[in-house]
């Protein structure tokens, strides 16, 4: 057997960026290679150097980093010390990047149609009309719909997957040997991710195209990439095919990077390995209670409804309820209205009709602007999406977790405050020492923590959690979901969990509510729900999410 | 100040020095504003006709005027008015600005369009004849100066303040603000204000300048401040009457103190907003 030259071959690469506090390494001397045609995963956790690494293989390095050392060769010539004039040649004809957030790649003043042309026209003399006529074949190709009228459509009048379609639709315009995808479907829905990825998958495979995908998904990596190589701070830690990696991870990081993936079925309790469980306090874990047969909800609503001001709806008909101490996830696509209804029942925002019941009492018709007086506003705490933009920058982390503390439960500063911001961050697993820390100082994970802190500091009894853990690591989501339901058992707190992410909504939620549109699809008991579910649009859902398990089995199938 | 701020700003002066100077400046600046009339080598209102128009020399380093005042003297001392005025009138208009704007940025609505529909009035004037016209209805006094310039800038004020707490007002921590037990003008003014003032500064800075040329300006024209009160806008005007007679001192060295004043403050502001926010950097 021989081995064909690699496409790509890279030597010990080290990328280091100059930065105020000295050079940082940002990749740390890696080696891999590629076959023509060849599907790789790149994967790994924020910092661990996956994407400045795509970079560095194109050369679109920040103007602060800098290739300190190592090879990269493609077609034996050496991108490292390439002219900028050949590389410009190369990346219109054998190279191309696609990235995230393709809005943000696209000339929003620009049609698409003329950009793809731009894009054909930057690298080979033809005349304006055969680009056009190629760039709609190009628009045909990733198959976008009336591609003919789409051509004179501005990035703002299409949506993020098709936006991806046009930039693969550039990337490919010219044929490269190698595509670099930079986490293409990260911020588009699962349904749509599974578009995008099909599509991808499908043309690299027709044009023999050579496919690096960077991602921090292990799912995803999994279900597209015959091998796959994980980083972790600049290094790389293990490299196998994708079956053998999830199956037996050998490296200590892979391993816990598995582990720490919800798959379908994954327990809360079996996410984190056994040194990260010393960072949150021990406590014996209690079977949920099962609410006993007619206890009255803890939480009712009625026949919600939503519209805005310019007559859209944003929600139609919700009605459900919630136990004390239950967990009920809340799981729909981009604007399928769950964060309008999860605002409407933190009494965020007002309702335009519709009743909501807490503990027996209506608190619907207090308005939004008044309710934080009302009695009830300690009770229903929420848990916002984004920790990085969920602290005041002003606040350290003792403020914000003494702020509802001294609001809602009218706590003077003194040493019972102290004691009691104290005791939820121990319940939260924050060190003591990071209080006096401001968000700027603190890690995602530790933010996060924070912004749960300060959700059960008055011990509220029903929890909103607007997509607590999607700007999080795996690793970090795992813990701090391990936290929560912890924290949920405690307290007998009740969960509304608000997520795209169905792999965790099954493992946090008893029951789940599919939401599409505003308006409520299906309902049930989550593992019932999500082994068979009812409706198409809920088993469309499901499927779309890529399982590790199930990709094994089909590998296998079409392996044997 | 924390250390690392103190840092960060040592960082930004090593590569940009002249932000260091211009703080130097505005800082002898604010101190011969406030000291001014105890260290004038000449008392800057008693006439000596005998020594008029005298070119700069060693006794009289800016030479004297068509009185015989010492116009170092008078330059010195007018700093104190000119930054009394320039300095209360962007107060004024910084603390109105800042908390309509912040209001506005953070209700939209009917109050946003109101507000805006003004400020867009405001602006269709050319400023500087709106202050001129503003002084001579208020009538011809140095508060009404600072009036004036206060209503003149104010515009400025509210929209910076408006867009800044525009942007911020979805994030997760204004509502977390709400959530935990404020009412919205609590989040306001204790959580939005204070986040967007360190911009508000820089913006301030910048401005001052601008004030200090506008009362001169106001002053030049013969509104506000009346001689013989030393001040550089009548300075100046005062001296123009002479330069056609190669006395040029009475106008430069005026001139020279008020463009000085205003580059230190501009400067300053530059370099602060590298300081506050190193997004901006060029």
Not at chain 1, 263 to 275: F, H, K, M, N, W
Not at chain 1, 313 to 335: D, H, K, Y
Not at chain 2, 9 to 19: D, E, H, Q, S
Request: hydrophobic share 45%.
């Amino acid at each position: 057997m021989t081995t064909p030259k690699p496409l790509l071959d890279i030597e010990n690469l080290q990328v280091t960026f100059s930065t105020r506090r000295g050079p940082v390494e940002a990749v740390r001397g890696i080696s891999l290679s590629l076959a023509e045609g060849e599907t790789l995963g790149i994967v790994g956790e924020s910092g661990s150097g996956k994407s400045v690494t795509g970079f560095a293989m194109t050369r679109l390095l920040d103007a602060s980093g800098k290739i300190s050392g190592g090879r990269i060769s493609f077609r034996d010539r050496d991108i490292t010390k390439m002219t900028s004039a050949s590389l410009r040649e190369m990346h219109g004809s054998a190279m191309a990047m696609i990235f995230q957030n393709p809005r943000g790649a696209l000339n929003p003043i620009r049609a698409i149609g003329q950009q793809i042309a731009d894009a054909i026209l930057a690298h080979r003399k033809i005349s304006a009309s055969e680009a056009r006529a190629e760039s709609l074949e190009l628009l045909r190709a990733v198959k976008i719909r009336d591609p003919e009228k789409r051509m004179n459509a501005y990035p703002h009048e299409l949506s993020g997957g098709m936006c991806q379609r046009v930039m693969i639709a550039m990337a490919i315009s010219s044929n490269p040997a190698l595509l670099i995808a930079d986490e293409p479907t990260t911020g588009l829905d699962v349904t749509t991710q599974k578009v995008v990825m099909d599509l991808l998958a499908s043309i690299a495979a027709e044009r023999g195209m050579a496919t690096i995908l960077i991602t921090h998904d292990l799912g995803l990596a999994a279900r597209y990439c015959r091998r796959v190589v994980v980083m972790e701070q600049g290094r790389l830690v293990e490299e196998a095919d994708a079956l053998t990696l999830f199956r037996s991870p050998q490296h200590p990081y892979t391993k816990r990077l598995v582990a720490a993936s919800p798959t379908a079925t994954s327990r809360v309790e079996d996410l984190v390995t056994d040194d990260e469980k010393l960072l949150v306090p021990a406590v014996p874990l209690a079977p949920p209670p099962k609410p006993a047969h007619g206890t009255p909800p803890l939480l009712e609503v009625l026949d919600l409804v939503k519209r805005f001001d310019d007559g859209t709806v944003g929600v139609e008909n919700f009605s459900m309820a919630i136990a004390p101490g239950e967990s009920v996830g809340l799981v729909g696509e981009s604007g399928s209205g769950k964060s309008t209804t999860s605002r409407m029942i933190c009494r965020l925002l007002d309702q335009t009709e519709g009743v909501i019941n807490f503990n027996g009492q209506s608190i619907s018709h207090i308005p939004a602007r008044e309710f934080h007086q009302a009695p009830q506003r300690r009770e229903i705490q929420i848990v916002f999406q984004d920790p990085n933009d969920s602290l005041n920058p002003r606040f350290n982390a003792f403020d914000c977790i003494a702020h509802p503390l001294i609001r809602l439960l009218g706590m003077r500063n003194g040493a019972a405050l102290r004691r009691r911001v104290g005791e939820c961050a121990h319940r939260v697993g924050l060190p003591a020492n990071l209080l006096e820390r401001f968000p700027h100082q603190l890690s995602g994970g530790q933010k996060a923590r924070i912004g749960i802190a300060r959700a059960i500091a008055c011990r509220p009894k029903l929890l909103v959690l607007d997509e607590p853990t999607a700007a999080l690591d795996v690793s970090v989501q795992a813990v701090v979901l391990q936290l929560l339901d912890r924290l949920r058992r405690e307290d007998n707190l009740a969960f509304l969990f608000v997520s795209h992410d169905l792999n965790v909504v099954r493992m946090m939620c008893q029951r789940t509510i599919v939401l599409r549109n505003g308006a409520i699809v299906e309902e049930g008991e989550s593992h019932q729900l999500f082994d068979s579910p009812k409706t198409d649009y809920t088993r469309e859902l499901v499927d779309a999410v890529p399982h590790i398990e199930m990709i094994a089995a089909e590998k296998m199938a079409a392996g044997a | 100040m924390s250390s690392a701020t103190l840092q960060h700003a040592a960082f930004i002066l090593r590569g940009n020095p002249i932000t260091g100077i211009a703080a130097i400046g505005a800082a002898l600046l604010i101190f011969v504003g406030i000291f001014g009339p105890w260290i004038v080598p000449y008392d800057p209102i008693a006439s000596n006709v005998q020594n008029a128009l005298m070119p700069p020399s060693a006794a009289h380093w800016a030479g004297t005027d068509q009185l015989g005042r010492d116009v170092f003297s008078r330059i010195i001392v007018a700093a104190q008015l000119d930054l009394a005025i320039a300095v209360s009138a962007v107060g004024i208009s910084f603390a109105l600005g800042a908390v309509i704007g912040a209001l506005c940025g953070y209700s939209g609505g009917k109050l946003d369009r109101a507000v805006g529909r003004f400020v867009d009035v405001l602006m269709a004037f050319p400023l500087f004849v709106l202050a001129m016209a503003m002084v001579a209805a208020l009538g011809n006094r140095v508060e009404n100066i600072v009036i004036a310039t206060a209503i003149i800038n104010l515009p400025f004020y509210i929209r910076f303040a408006r867009a800044e707490v525009n942007v911020r007002r979805n994030l997760g921590w204004v509502e977390a603000a709400r959530a935990c037990g404020d009412s919205h003008i609590s989040v306001v003014l204790r959580f939005l204000l204070p986040n967007v003032l360190p911009a508000m500064v820089v913006q301030m800075s910048l401005n001052l300048g601008w004030a200090i040329i506008n009362a001169a300006g106001l002053s030049f024209i013969g509104l506000g401040v009346k001689p013989p009160t030393p001040e550089w806008g009548i300075m100046v005007a005062e001296g123009a009457r002479f330069i056609s007679t190669g006395k040029w001192w009475l106008v430069a060295f005026p001139g020279l103190a008020l463009m000085l004043a205003v580059l230190c403050f501009n400067l300053l502001g530059d370099g602060l907003r590298d300081i506050l926010d190193p997004r901006q950097r060029t």
